[in-house]
């Protein structure tokens, strides 16, 4: 072994002895409420396929259709051959959608983010972000030579005081999710583009977590609170509730216009398939009638939390589908994580770094695809792997 690879090899010792060191799990059946583990059906409790929309047989039938039609690959990159019609439909429809001039769609939420920042931000701009902002929010601003500040997780407080001693720079910008990840909480948004309003910034709202989950037809944070106009910036996933890949930013015609020319992903990566652009556009066609669908979301998500909580445990500041249970120290939330899966219950554990050392948790995320007994079996294994846990 070459001497640059056993320092990789002393890292990955390093890690197995914090218990962080984490093989692939590789399931055996694509994204459902039920999956194959090793030979064995397991309740699915981890996936980011809010809707069900993964397999929805629309989806499936215009990704059949478009392949036929265009064949598997693009060809190229969107600003030489590969801005095929149904890109275009797809950006004129998630527009309509999100109730914006434009929208421009990349490869994935994470390279929209790093092309968008990266593009908006020069050197005398100033980027106020929340501290628990997404690793592509932070990736993002690392490829840009702007000023950054950092405000505690949602302290309206801390971000006026960086506003106010950002008067001096050029651009304003303040970044935040609109739904966090990890604690499933919601960004207080109305406070965020008042401040903003006041000292004169620009908002830019992540919604991964919430496109098609908040807001009518699941249109996302802006939407939910009633903020059209009002918010500058709006990156969604493709990748989530909407149960296919990509990202896309919708905003005003020039702000696109000017990341068809500037944004790095958009010029130096081959653009979606068309299967995946073709399947986006049916899944937004989907959502324009998702209503029931977003309501059993919602059922499924206050039903699971409640009865979490009636158990005794803590949820964090979940208000959203995805639904903390906090644990506490690495190791035992790892083999709290490890304990419910042997009962047939998969639920991701999240440690430190990732969140604090003494936060870590066993992320849920309900769907609506989720049926009472599913949910409630998840109920009755947290409280027989608590048991279990008590007795190690
Ligand atoms: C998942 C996520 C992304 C990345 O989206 P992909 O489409 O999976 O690349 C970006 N931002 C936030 C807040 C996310 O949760």
Not at 87 to 110: D, I, N, P, W, Y
Not at 131 to 149: F, M, P, Q, V, Y
Not at 273 to 296: D, F, H, M, N, Y
Request: with cysteine; aromatic share 8%; net charge negative.
């Amino acid at each position: 072994m070459a001497k640059w690879e056993r320092t990789l090899g002393e890292e990955l010792q390093q890690l197995k002895r914090e218990g962080r060191y984490r093989p692939l799990t590789v399931w055996a059946s694509g994204s459902s409420t039920r999956m194959e583990l090793d030979g064995r059906s397991v309740l699915q409790m981890s996936s980011n396929n809010y809707l069900g929309l993964t397999d929805h047989p629309e989806l499936i039938q215009a990704a059949i259709e478009a392949t036929r039609q265009y064949g598997v690959g693009s060809g190229s990159v969107r600003t030489i051959t590969g801005t095929l019609a149904i890109h275009e439909q797809l950006e004129l429809e998630l527009a309509r959608f999100k109730g914006t001039e434009a929208a421009l769609v990349f490869q994935s939420g994470f390279t929209t983010n790093q092309g968008v920042l990266a593009s908006i931000l020069g050197p005398d701009d100033v980027v106020i972000s929340d501290e628990l902002n997404h690793a592509s929010i932070i990736d993002g601003i690392r490829l840009t030579k702007a000023h950054r500040k950092i405000y505690a997780h949602k302290d309206m407080g801390q971000l006026e005081t960086a506003l106010k001693e950002s008067a001096a720079y050029g651009k304003r910008i303040v970044v935040t999710d609109g739904v966090f990840s990890m604690d499933g909480d919601i960004a207080p948004l109305p406070a965020i583009v008042e401040l903003a309003e006041r000292y004169d910034a620009f908002v830019y709202v992540d919604d991964a977590h919430a496109s098609g989950v908040l807001g009518k037809n699941g249109k996302g944070t802006t939407d939910h609170f009633g903020l059209h106009g009002r918010v500058h910036i709006q990156v969604g996933t493709l990748s989530k509730a909407v149960g296919v890949v990509g990202g896309y930013v919708a905003c005003d015609q020039i702000l696109k216009d000017y990341l068809i020319h500037k944004a790095r992903p958009f010029l130096f990566s081959t653009s979606q398939t068309p299967a995946v652009a073709a399947s986006c556009l049916a899944a937004i066609r989907v959502l324009e009638q998702s209503g029931e669908l977003i309501g059993k979301l919602w059922d499924n998500a206050a039903y699971f939390r409640s009865q979490v909580q009636a158990l005794g445990f803590d949820t964090g500041a979940s208000e959203t589908p995805i639904v903390p249970v906090i644990v506490g120290n690495p190791a035992e939330t790892m083999r709290f994580s490890d304990l419910l899966l042997q009962e047939g219950v998969f639920a991701q554990g999240i440690v430190y770094p990732t969140v604090a050392m003494d936060k870590g948790r066993v992320r849920f995320i309900v769907t609506a695809r989720h049926t009472r007994e599913e949910l409630d079996y998840a109920v009755q294994a947290l409280g027989k792997c608590r048991a279990a846990l008590s007795q190690d």
